[in-house]
Nanobody, 124 residues
Framework: QVQLVESGGGSVQTGGSLRLSCQAS????????MAWFRQVPGYKREAVAY???????EYRNSVKGRFTISKDKARDTLYLQMNSLKPEDTAMYYC??????????????????WGQGTQVTVSS
């Protein structure tokens, strides 16, 4: 059973930084594609960034140059470093994983395993 547990959310002012962590257990997560999604109540869940099983990373346009996704094999942990935060980044952030991955990694339906979410709030 794959388990994902996020942490690191919080409240910051515009321009601040946060680092989200996603602790993975129950699988060799380096054979998995993993991603960060976010969701605001009333809106659909959107992909923020993903890292494929081979290490290829992609970002949604609005976070390019500000966010960095990475994973630490020794700690079985996925990270999302978020810099220059803006109020529009406010959302619940979720970690997700799928074995292998393939194409379509920006689509939330692709992912099988999800964490419980961690709230990020950016005030102006």
């Amino acid at each position: 059973q794959v388990q994902l547990v996020e942490s690191g959310g919080g409240s910051v002012q515009t321009g601040g930084s946060l680092r989200l962590s996603c602790q993975a257990s129950g699988h060799d997560y380096f054979n998995y594609a993993m991603a960060w999604f976010r969701q605001v109540p009333g809106y659909k869940r959107e992909a923020v960034a993903y890292i494929s099983s081979s290490g290829v990373t992609e970002y949604r346009n609005s976070v390019k140059g500000r966010f960095t996704i990475s994973k630490d094999k020794a700690r079985d942990t996925l990270y999302l470093q978020m810099n220059s935060l803006k109020p529009e980044d406010t959302a619940m952030y979720y970690c997700a994983a799928v074995r292998g991955g393939g194409s379509g990694l920006f689509e939330w339906r692709k992912y099988v395993y999800w964490g419980q979410g961690t709230q990020v709030t950016v005030s102006s």
